[in-house]
Antibody, heavy 119, light 110 residues
């Protein structure tokens, strides 16, 4: 059974860089699929941040593209999100998920981690 | 990219059927058969319930069904049950090789 688990700081200062990691168990990242990040501000809807294919190709939300980097570490079977120049508007629950390479349906999700931005 | 448009709320009585619409453009919903639907209960991660317009993952009740016509996709929940009360999000692959979610619909079981 595939399991994903997000980890990272729950509090980040404005203008700093948010770094989150998603550890994958029960499936080898290098075996295929895309791996993505999604966020949800408190009380609001879902927003796709971006995805990375196991080959290393990346795809980003145009509205966040200038601030986002997603990478994969196959040796640790995990992938990561970096979001720079953060503001209070980036406060959200951040989810990682596995996405089918064709069509990108998100069939396995992590439990999510709340990240708050405050000075 | 703009979020797909869903009604903010839909309600129904136990046993009834309800339908949630999801309107996009020819660059997303209308251009691909890659529409998915997710169910999210409060405080929980979203769960995939429909993929590729009308397919159900293993373990999802056949009371959930999906369809598409033009730029609008729909999710129908038949035999509405109390446990169906949740938020529902549609999503689609896009021509820009990105992914977009709908605005979300809160389903209330009366």
């Amino acid at each position: 059974q595939v399991q994903l688990q997000e980890s990272g700081p729950g509090l980040v200062k404005p203008s700093e860089t948010l770094s989150l990691t998603c550890a994958v168990s029960g499936y080898s990242i290098s075996s295929g699929y895309c791996w993505g990040w999604i966020r949800q501000p408190p009380g609001k809807g879902l927003e796709w941040i971006g995805s990375i294919h196991q080959s290393g190709s990346t795809y980003y939300n145009p509205s966040l593209k200038s601030r986002v980097t997603i990478s994969v570490d196959t040796s640790k079977n995990q992938f990561s999100l970096k979001l720079n120049s953060v503001t209070a508007a980036d406060t959200a629950v951040y989810y990682c998920a596995r996405a089918k390479s064709t069509g990108w349906r998100l069939d396995n999700w992590g439990q999510g981690t709340l990240v708050t931005f405050s000075s | 990219q703009s979020a797909l448009t869903q009604p903010a709320s839909v309600s129904g009585s136990p046993g009834q059927s309800i339908t949630i619409s999801c309107t996009g453009t020819s660059s997303d919903v209308g251009g691909y058969n890659y529409v998915s639907w997710y169910q999210q209960h409060p405080g929980k991660a979203p769960k995939l319930i429909i993929y590729d317009v009308s397919n159900r993952p293993s373990g999802i009740s056949n009371r959930f069904s999906g369809s598409k016509s033009g730029n609008t996709a729909s999710l129908t929940i038949s035999g509405l049950q109390a446990e169906d009360e949740a938020d529902y999000y549609c999503s689609s692959y896009t021509s820009s090789s990105t992914y977009v979610f709908g605005t979300g619909t809160k389903v209330t079981v009366l």
